[in-house]
């Protein structure tokens, strides 16, 4: 896992997502990906400052 790798995580950018006029499959992916990585980035920030 990233967090557990001693590095930093210092941003992140999340595009070329949009939902299809007939289909959200796209808008859920990218909600949840931005969704992990902010949790992703708030633990890695956490275990930086426990140090």
Known sequence: MLALSNKKIIGFDLCEVAP?????WDANV?????YKLCIYSQYNSKRQ???
């Not at 299809?20 to 959200?24: G, K, L």
């Not at 990218?30 to 931005?34: I, N, Q, S």
Request: hydrophobic share 40%; net charge negative; glycine share 8%.
């Open 20 to 24: 299809a006029s007939d289909n959200e």
């Open 30 to 34: 990218g909600a949840r990906l931005l």
């Open 49 to 51: 400052l426990d140090r």
